[in-house]
C-alpha cells in the first residue's frame, strides 16, 4: 500500500508541473501581442480632407476624402468618376491632394477653346508639374500647385518672388483664396490687382 501511495503522489506533482509550464506558454503569447500593437501603433494613420472636385466629372461638388496619401483619381472617384467628354490628357491622376484645395477635370472643348497659355505654352503644358491637379488650367495659373517658372508668367513676378510663394504654400498650407496671395511678402494690393485676373486656386 505504501508503494502504490508513493505512485499516486508522483503523478500528482507531475500534473503539476506541466500546469505550471502551460502557464508560461500564455504568458508568452501576451508579450507576442504587445509587439503587434506596437507594430500597428508605427502604420500611417488616414488622414480626412476636403476638396473641390468640378468639371467633367459625374457629380461635381465637396468631398471628403479619409486616406493617408488622398490622389487625385481618388476624388475624381469620389465625385462619380469621369464623364464621357473628360479630358485627361492634362492631368496626373497619382499627384497628392491637400485639404482645402481644387481638382479640375477639363472637357474635350474646354481644352481646344484655351488655346496658348500665359508664356507662349499650351494651356496643358503646365498641368501636373505641380501639386495637386496642375500649375495651369484654362490659361489661369493655379497658386497652390504651379511652379517657380509658371508663377514667373504672371506680370510683376519674378524669380524671388515665385520661390517666396512655394515657400509659403509649403509652410503655412494652401491657399484658400487667391486674395491670401497678399499673404506673401512682397505681394501688395498693387501687384495684386494686376495679377489677379490670371490666377486661381
Do not use: W
Not at 120 to 140: C, I, K, P
Amino acid at each position: 500500500m505504501a508503494a502504490v501511495a508513493c505512485a499516486v503522489l508522483l503523478l500528482g506533482v507531475g500534473a503539476l508541473a506541466m500546469t505550471a509550464g502551460k502557464g508560461v506558454v500564455v504568458e508568452r503569447s501576451g508579450g507576442s501581442g504587445q509587439r503587434s500593437a506596437a507594430t500597428d501603433a508605427a502604420t500611417p494613420q488616414a488622414q480626412t480632407i476636403v476638396v473641390d472636385v468640378d468639371g467633367a466629372v459625374a457629380a461635381p461638388g465637396v468631398y471628403d476624402l479619409t486616406s493617408a496619401s488622398p490622389r487625385v483619381r481618388d476624388a475624381i472617384a469620389a465625385a462619380g468618376g469621369l464623364a464621357e467628354d473628360a479630358d485627361t490628357s492634362t492631368i496626373n491622376m497619382a499627384a497628392l491632394v491637400v485639404d482645402a484645395s481644387k481638382v479640375h477635370v477639363p472637357r474635350a472643348s474646354e481644352q481646344q477653346a484655351s488655346g496658348p497659355a500665359a508664356g507662349g505654352g499650351s494651356a496643358g503644358e503646365g498641368t501636373g508639374t505641380g501639386g495637386g491637379a496642375g500649375g495651369v488650367s484654362n490659361g489661369l495659373v493655379n497658386i497652390n500647385s504651379a511652379t517657380a517658372e509658371e508663377l514667373q508668367t504672371l506680370s510683376g513676378v519674378g524669380e524671388a518672388t515665385a520661390n517666396a510663394i512655394i515657400r509659403d504654400r509649403e509652410a503655412n498650407g494652401p491657399f484658400a483664396s487667391t486674395e491670401d496671395l497678399m499673404r506673401v511678402s512682397g505681394i501688395g494690393q498693387k501687384k495684386f490687382a494686376k495679377i489677379s485676373g490670371s490666377i486661381c486656386v
